[in-house]
């Protein structure tokens, strides 16, 4: 009578396909869980410790490494001195090993998980018998995947679980395996975490930390919620590296990379109030950086929409205790030191681009009125926020602020007047303390002129193109004050 050995972590199917076996005569041996999931099924099964002759010991973390079992299965049955080595010690042989391990990249992709129970997750007898059973795929089937429970028993049946399709199944068990093993390397070097997908489900992804420094996504110390995602993670890097250039109080919201709103204010649930009237609407299922304590009554706020992360240096227990009543929100907690040597890396076909990231404050000493007219205090308030936003938004990006708030946001068009008329669109609100910023400089005058149409009386742009005389002439036409900043913030 033949044997096999069932021992499952994922129990779908499991129970038919035992009782498949024992009909076609194998005897069957199992373990735990998998034990009583077969036996409440009505099919015959014998615990392992029958085989082995043994009890389980240590919580079950010994139970199959026995010689009993890797006698039966290692076994070389075209050499005569291990067939009499096992009648000696009275082994019989094993014929099949079903094994699918415990569930570790499931554990680990909980971020509250602790390293106890990433390692009670680490299996031991599942790897060490889908192996030996795999080496000796000449005589012994291993199937390690559900999906191959019912092609199994059609070749049984059909007499076909020949060599060719066991050193299928004995492939199977080595990339199982070795995926097992990356995940565990993975998980303790703090290196590399397996993402469910990447920027769209169809694509394998993976985030490589090679720094666990507090002041970056890579070391967010995460308080609640489910795994980051790969777009998770780039907007939030996003709204964090944006959020650390304001020194008062600030909120950042992004969406799909660019902020759809950004506020400053006397206090953090001022500055989110503005960030949040910003764009009400774009905000909606975004991320939201703060660079300041989250209170209750910010929290109050922050629950009050769906939003997939919120990222703060610090939430009090009762903001926490607020936020933690919706299980999937990600809560970060990060340091906002800015490191100046910072660098970023871009891939392409064949390598990467690496790159400085753009930390650049210039202040409004180092900027030049080019105009008849001059900004008045409010307008240069509003240029000095614009301009360390501007930086964060995909070119061409104009965006019009004031000096609490971003009013309106235009981004990744492929000229620089779609994207004025965007943001000139998506405008809250347009005042005399409302200003237009550019991150790259005009190359002719329309843009201009599309603000003078819309009551815009101040400009900063970088400043630089053969044709800006064009544009000054046009701003002071209109009577617009123009700063030119003498740099670009091209963001691609």
């Given at each position: 009578m033949k044997k096999a050995i069932i021992s499952v972590s994922n129990k779908e199917g499991v129970v038919e396909f035992a009782r498949n076996l024992s009909e076609l005569d194998y005897e069957l041996y199992s373990t735990g869980g998998t034990l009583q999931a077969i036996e409440a099924g009505g099919v015959k099964v014998k615990s392992i410790s029958e085989l082995t002759q043994f009890d389980e010991i240590m919580d079950g973390r010994v139970k199959t490494l026995h010689p009993a079992v890797h006698g039966g299965i290692l076994a070389d049955r075209d050499k005569e001195e291990h067939i009499q080595q096992l009648k000696e010690n009275e082994i019989d042989l094993i014929d099949m090993v079903v094994v699918?391990?415990?569930?570790?990249?499931?554990?680990?992709a909980n971020p509250n998980v602790t390293e106890s129970d990433a390692i009670e997750n680490i299996d031991i007898g599942g790897p060490t018998m889908l192996r030996a059973a795999a080496k000796n795929f000449k005589h012994v089937a291993t199937v390690v995947d559900p999906s191959d429970y019912d092609e199994v028993i059609k070749r049984i049946k059909a007499d076909q679980l020949d060599e060719a399709y066991r050193k299928s199944l004995m492939i199977k068990v080595f990339e199982h395996t070795n995926d097992y093993d990356h995940a565990i390397v993975n998980f303790f070097s703090g290196k590399r975490e397996d993402l469910r997908y990447g920027e769209n489900p169809q694509q394998a992804a993976y985030f490589v930390r090679q720094s666990n420094a507090a002041n970056t996504i890579a070391g967010a110390k995460q308080l609640h919620g489910k795994q980051l995602s790969f777009n998770n993670?780039?907007?939030?890097?996003?709204?964090?590296?944006?959020?650390?250039k304001f020194n008062e109080p600030a909120a950042v919201a992004v969406k799909h990379m660019n902020p759809c709103g950004v506020g400053v204010g006397e206090t953090i649930n001022e500055a989110y109030e503005r960030a949040y009237e910003a764009d009400s609407q774009s905000i909606f299922g975004g991320i939201v950086a703060l660079n300041r304590t989250v209170d209750q009554e910010l929290a109050e706020s922050l629950h009050s929409i769906f939003l997939e992360v919120v990222i703060a240096p610090d939430f009090t227990k009762e903001a926490l205790d607020i936020l933690q009543q919706k299980k999937n929100i990600r809560l970060l907690e990060i340091d906002m030191t800015i490191n100046e040597d910072e660098e970023e890396f871009v891939s392409v076909s064949g390598g990467y681009l690496v790159q400085e990231k753009d930390h650049s404050s210039i202040g409004r000493d180092e900027m030049k009125v080019v105009t008849e007219a001059?900004?008045?205090?409010?307008q240069w308030d509003a240029?000095?926020?614009?301009?360390?936003?501007?930086?964060?938004?995909?070119?061409n990006?104009?965006?019009?602020?004031?000096p609490r708030q971003t009013v309106g946001i235009g981004a990744g068009q492929m000229n620089r007047v779609g994207s004025a008329e965007i943001a000139i669109e998506r405008a809250i609100d347009i005042n005399e303390e409302v200003v237009m910023v550019s991150d790259g400089f005009f190359p002719m005058d329309d843009t201009v002129e599309l603000a003078a149409k819309h009551g815009i009386k101040a400009i900063i742009q970088p400043g630089g193109s053969i044709k800006d005389q064009d544009s000054i002439d046009m701003a002071n036409k209109h009577g617009i004050a123009m700063v030119t900043t003498g740099e670009r913030h091209f963001k691609h």
């Amino acid at each position: 009578m033949k044997k096999a050995i069932i021992s499952v972590s994922n129990k779908e199917g499991v129970v038919e396909f035992a009782r498949n076996l024992s009909e076609l005569d194998y005897e069957l041996y199992s373990t735990g869980g998998t034990l009583q999931a077969i036996e409440a099924g009505g099919v015959k099964v014998k615990s392992i410790s029958e085989l082995t002759q043994f009890d389980e010991i240590m919580d079950g973390r010994v139970k199959t490494l026995h010689p009993a079992v890797h006698g039966g299965i290692l076994a070389d049955r075209d050499k005569e001195e291990h067939i009499q080595q096992l009648k000696e010690n009275e082994i019989d042989l094993i014929d099949m090993v079903v094994v699918n391990l415990y569930p570790f990249k499931e554990t680990v992709a909980n971020p509250n998980v602790t390293e106890s129970d990433a390692i009670e997750n680490i299996d031991i007898g599942g790897p060490t018998m889908l192996r030996a059973a795999a080496k000796n795929f000449k005589h012994v089937a291993t199937v390690v995947d559900p999906s191959d429970y019912d092609e199994v028993i059609k070749r049984i049946k059909a007499d076909q679980l020949d060599e060719a399709y066991r050193k299928s199944l004995m492939i199977k068990v080595f990339e199982h395996t070795n995926d097992y093993d990356h995940a565990i390397v993975n998980f303790f070097s703090g290196k590399r975490e397996d993402l469910r997908y990447g920027e769209n489900p169809q694509q394998a992804a993976y985030f490589v930390r090679q720094s666990n420094a507090a002041n970056t996504i890579a070391g967010a110390k995460q308080l609640h919620g489910k795994q980051l995602s790969f777009n998770n993670i780039k907007d939030a890097d996003s709204a964090l590296s944006l959020v650390k250039k304001f020194n008062e109080p600030a909120a950042v919201a992004v969406k799909h990379m660019n902020p759809c709103g950004v506020g400053v204010g006397e206090t953090i649930n001022e500055a989110y109030e503005r960030a949040y009237e910003a764009d009400s609407q774009s905000i909606f299922g975004g991320i939201v950086a703060l660079n300041r304590t989250v209170d209750q009554e910010l929290a109050e706020s922050l629950h009050s929409i769906f939003l997939e992360v919120v990222i703060a240096p610090d939430f009090t227990k009762e903001a926490l205790d607020i936020l933690q009543q919706k299980k999937n929100i990600r809560l970060l907690e990060i340091d906002m030191t800015i490191n100046e040597d910072e660098e970023e890396f871009v891939s392409v076909s064949g390598g990467y681009l690496v790159q400085e990231k753009d930390h650049s404050s210039i202040g409004r000493d180092e900027m030049k009125v080019v105009t008849e007219a001059q900004p008045s205090e409010a307008q240069w308030d509003a240029m000095l926020l614009g301009w360390r936003v501007v930086a964060a938004v995909k070119s061409n990006a104009v965006i019009l602020s004031n000096p609490r708030q971003t009013v309106g946001i235009g981004a990744g068009q492929m000229n620089r007047v779609g994207s004025a008329e965007i943001a000139i669109e998506r405008a809250i609100d347009i005042n005399e303390e409302v200003v237009m910023v550019s991150d790259g400089f005009f190359p002719m005058d329309d843009t201009v002129e599309l603000a003078a149409k819309h009551g815009i009386k101040a400009i900063i742009q970088p400043g630089g193109s053969i044709k800006d005389q064009d544009s000054i002439d046009m701003a002071n036409k209109h009577g617009i004050a123009m700063v030119t900043t003498g740099e670009r913030h091209f963001k691609h």
